[in-house]
């Protein structure tokens, strides 16, 4: 039967753990240079209708490190929902790949894909959700800390996509979630009061970010306008005053925190470049992780794991 991985929440509690434990064997298998090859003779395709560095490298070089190979299919490619109709692309690409990674603006274009392509498809980044990321963060998490126990994430900025993945990852795995944000910036009511039924996680929306933090082992920001919201960007700026992640506000936590961004980041703006230079190597190891968490998720949805 046909998986794929749209949302945290395809995967249960168990597969979510099985999964981070392959991405640490995975991990050690490339940094060790053995010779593993599961997608050897297996093509992937990856639909960019949103550009980004980080997504594109990670993907493609994964899947060309476990044998693979990648095809990039940028704006220009295809224009998904406007050139042709989706079910069609998904149709058409279904006959020449393995499996399929967009990354799209509209999740509805997401969820058609997904609904007529007949091989995996995975979710790269939709302007509802951000699922592969949330998942390297919460393996580097672990990895810093050696566990996931009495964890406290607060994340501080924009109700976004970054932070709707959050709140999926919180209906799984049992963790003390808090959401600063400005009014008028919450994340998706909807997707707050699912999470909150599962009953696994305590999870708040808060609007003082000083006061959100307190107790915090991770402090957690993005960027306060995402692409396509640039022309938001001005007024943004002004509705996000004391949501800045620097000294003060870390030290406002009262213990040893981890600051976390998934990048790319705007310094001096959502977080000041002290900020992101003293938390550089958590920071890298999130952007690294991508790469061997996305090929973990593509062996467990392709059935080879």
């Not at 220009?76 to 079910?87: L, M, N, P, S």
């Not at 580097?140 to 050696?146: D, S």
């Not at 795995?173 to 998706?188: K, T």
């Amino acid at each position: 039967m046909k998986r794929d991985y749209l949302h945290i929440t395809d995967f249960n509690t168990e597969e979510i753990l099985e999964t981070l434990a392959l991405s640490c064997e995975i991990k050690a298998k490339l940094k060790n240079r053995e010779d593993y090859k599961p997608f050897k003779d297996h093509s992937l395709a990856m639909i960019f209708a949103k550009p980004s560095a980080r997504t594109r490298v990670s993907f493609e070089t994964g899947f060309y490190r476990l044998g693979g190979h990648a095809l990039y299919l940028g704006p220009t490619d295809i224009q998904i929902g406007r050139r042709e109709a989706v079910k069609d692309i998904a149709r058409v690409l279904s006959r020449y790949n393995d499996i399929i990674m967009a990354r799209l603006f509209d999740h509805a274009h997401l969820l058609e894909l997904a609904e007529y392509a007949t091989v995996p498809v995975i979710n790269g980044l939709t302007d509802y959700n951000h699922p592969v990321q949330i998942m390297a963060d919460i393996f580097t998490i672990r990895e810093h800390r050696g566990h996931l126990d009495n964890l406290k994430i607060v994340y501080v900025g924009d109700g976004n996509n970054v932070a709707h993945s959050w709140i999926k990852m919180a209906a799984r795995l049992p963790f003390h979630l808090v959401i600063a944000c400005p009014e008028g910036y919450l994340p998706s009511g909807e997707t707050v009061r699912l999470a909150k039924k599962a009953g696994i996680s305590t999870i708040e929306i808060a609007h003082d970010p000083q006061t959100a933090v307190k107790g915090a082992d991770i402090v957690y920001t993005d960027v306060w306008a995402s692409m396509g919201q640039e022309s938001e960007l001005a007024d943004r700026i002004e509705r996000f005053k004391g949501f800045q992640v620097n000294d003060e506000l870390l030290a406002a936590t009262g213990k040893t925190s981890h600051f976390m961004h998934p990048l790319p980041a705007k310094r001096g703006l959502e977080v000041s470049d002290e900020m992101l230079e003293a938390h550089a190597q958590i920071i890298f190891d999130q952007a690294e992780n991508r790469m061997h968490v996305q090929n973990a998720i593509m062996l467990k949805i392709a059935g080879k794991r």
